[in-house]
């Protein structure tokens, strides 16, 4: 029994050859993405950051915050209403996440877009006092508050179940502790349930901000000049279909590499043993 | 004058009677043991002391001051949340699985409440919260987090926690459950010497030799209804009722 025996691994054979058959693939690519004359690079880097890229960008970064700004405080509301002891108001939580997460955005848009077909005038009527204010449903419901509206209602049936799945995920022995030592309700959501919740909302959340994102590229189809928009008003110009396409998703990449960063930074900070409150 | 007198109290879940016509008297300085088999009711009677679980009947009175609700004439209204949870403050609570917050290291959570509640200078609380630690010799954990500790250690954080409100009773539901059996007589020698600093305490159980070790007055429960209660020598040696002596033969 000598000690000096030399240890080698086993050879992972299908690894090494999977190794292989992938780098070839990716030379094969990158020869036909810098070979093709088709990509027209050039036109990608001379598009990438003209003013209409640039305001269509602007668009789809307004529309993702409209929909996250209002969409995530109705998903909580609609959240707390399914938590709710009345069965009215269950039912109601539930029937709004049934229907907003089944019809497609797209769908929906168009529903917001063409609203007032149902309702051709909004008016604000008081029993007794009669009309007070109306307007017609074109003026306020134009293809940007169309939009935001279809997003905002769209995102709120997500991020309610993304809500409830975090507060479920807490166990109700820790609610009842904090009960027990003398918090009320607000206390015990401040200082023990949502801290613990966190942790299982954020990186859904994230997530769904990043798909809210991309989500908002269907607004190009009534005519709101978002990043795709854009992309498609200058190739229906001058014909260069492919290489527009291109800058629109590197500034998709773009917008989506900054919210993972961040997100990936604020999972770091509450991964690591917490401060005092 | 601090006793906790639970009278006539009743208690149905989905139809179903949970407590029947319950009534116990807890002198202050005592311990209660709450015996019986499990479903015997004896940890929602525990949970209704502090108001987790509401009651449909009767009266629970902590130094004379109704719990969770307010007499106006023949007529118990309930208390708005502020107020039972300034009740509840009083009432330091143990629970079978700990419960301690897994977010917080051990000493936050057995300062969170005394500062948040009873609004205490973190430093002052600090300092009597690693005292208590080293009584129940947990001191080098306080920055520890609660699921990296063992059950027993969890257990007697969550002890601290509640004792350091400075409470005029404590419940424990099931203190030995999760414990494996060595650990039982140590609990049961901790919270003997709490009863010789004369704390008031209610503790439930369904383990007959940690029942023994506690001492202190027994009721038993079966069925929602407390069937035998009298000094713990008295019950274990001569239970009165058939169904106790019973109890007792099979565990």
């Given at each position: 029994?000598?000690?000096?025996?030399?240890?080698?691994?086993?050879?992972?054979?299908?690894?090494?050859?999977?190794?292989?058959?992938?780098?070839?693939?990716?030379?094969?690519?990158?020869?036909?993405?810098?070979?093709?004359?088709h990509f027209e690079w050039q036109i990608v880097f001379a598009n990438f950051t003209v003013p209409a890229m640039l305001k269509g960008l602007l668009v789809t970064l307004e529309l993702t915050f409209f929909a996250v700004f209002f969409g995530f405080p109705l998903g909580t509301i609609v959240a707390a209403m399914r938590q709710a002891d009345s069965k009215l108001l269950q039912s109601v939580s539930w029937f709004y996440v049934w229907v907003f997460r089944s019809v497609p955005m797209l769908v929906q848009l168009f529903f917001w877009f063409n609203i007032a077909a149902l309702y051709p005038r909004l008016a604000l009527t008081l029993p007794?006092?009669?009309?007070?204010?109306?307007?017609p449903t074109n003026h306020v419901l134009t293809g940007f508050s169309a939009a935001v509206l279809a997003l905002v209602l769209h995102d709120a049936a997500y991020t309610s179940e993304i809500i409830r799945t975090g507060l479920r995920s807490v166990p109700t022995g820790q609610r009842d502790a904090a009960r027990a030592l003398g918090f009320t309700n607000s206390g015990v959501m401040y200082n023990i349930v949502f801290p613990q919740a966190f942790r299982v909302i954020l990186p859904a959340a994230g997530n769904q901000i990043i798909s809210t994102l991309k989500a908002t590229s269907v607004v190009s189809v009534i005519a709101l000049k978002d990043v795709l928009y854009s992309a498609q008003e200058i190739y229906e110009r001058t014909y260069d279909v492919i290489p527009l396409l291109i800058v629109a998703s590197l500034w998709y990449l773009v917008v989506t590499s900054l919210l993972s960063m961040g997100q990936y930074w604020i999972e770091g900070r509450l991964s690591r043993k917490d401060e005092p409150l | 004058?601090?006793?906790?007198?639970?009278?006539?109290?009743?208690?149905?879940?989905?139809?179903?009677?949970i407590l029947d016509d319950v009534t116990l008297i807890v002198p202050s300085g005592q311990t209660c043991v709450l015996l019986g088999p499990s479903g015997s009711g004896k940890s929602t009677l525990l949970r209704c002391i502090n108001h987790l679980d509401r009651i449909d009947s009767g009266i629970i009175r902590l130094n004379g001051e109704i719990i969770g609700y307010r007499q106006s004439g023949d007529k118990l209204y309930e208390l708005s949340g502020r107020e039972i949870a300034r009740q509840r403050s009083r009432i330091g609570m143990v629970f079978q699985q700990y419960n301690l917050f897994p977010h917080l290291s051990?000493?936050?959570n057995i300062v969170i409440a005394p500062i948040k509640i009873l609004k205490k200078k973190r430093?002052?609380?600090?300092?009597?919260?690693?005292?208590?630690?080293?009584?129940?010799?947990?001191?080098?954990?306080?920055?520890?987090?609660?699921?990296?500790?063992?059950?027993?250690?969890?257990?007697?954080?969550a002890i601290v926690r509640a004792l350091i409100m400075q409470p005029e009773v404590m419940l424990f539901d099931e203190p030995t459950a999760a414990l494996d059996p060595e650990l039982v007589q140590s609990m049961a020698r901790l919270l003997k010497q709490l009863s010789e600093q004369a704390m008031t305490m209610v503790i439930v159980t369904h383990e007959l030799s940690f029942a023994r070790a506690l001492q202190g007055n027994v009721a038993f429960m079966d069925n929602g209804?407390?069937?035998?209660?009298?000094?713990?020598?008295?019950?274990?040696?001569?239970?009165?009722?058939?169904?106790?002596?019973?109890?007792?033969?099979?565990?």
């Open positions: 029994m000598s000690p000096n025996l030399v240890i080698v691994p086993k050879t992972k054979l299908a690894e090494r050859l999977a190794t292989v058959v992938v780098a070839a693939c990716i030379a094969a690519l990158l020869y036909s993405i810098f070979k093709n004359p007794g006092l009669g009309e007070l204010y109306s307007f | 004058m601090s006793d906790l007198e639970i009278s006539c109290v009743s208690k149905k879940i989905s139809g179903k009677i051990v000493l936050e430093g002052d609380v600090t300092d009597q919260a690693l005292t208590l630690l080293k009584t129940v010799g947990l001191e080098s954990h306080a920055h520890a987090l609660p699921p990296s500790l063992s059950g027993g250690q969890q257990q007697r954080i209804r407390i069937i035998e209660h009298g000094p713990s020598h008295n019950l274990f040696t001569h239970p009165k009722h058939a169904r106790t002596a019973e109890f007792l033969r099979q565990s």
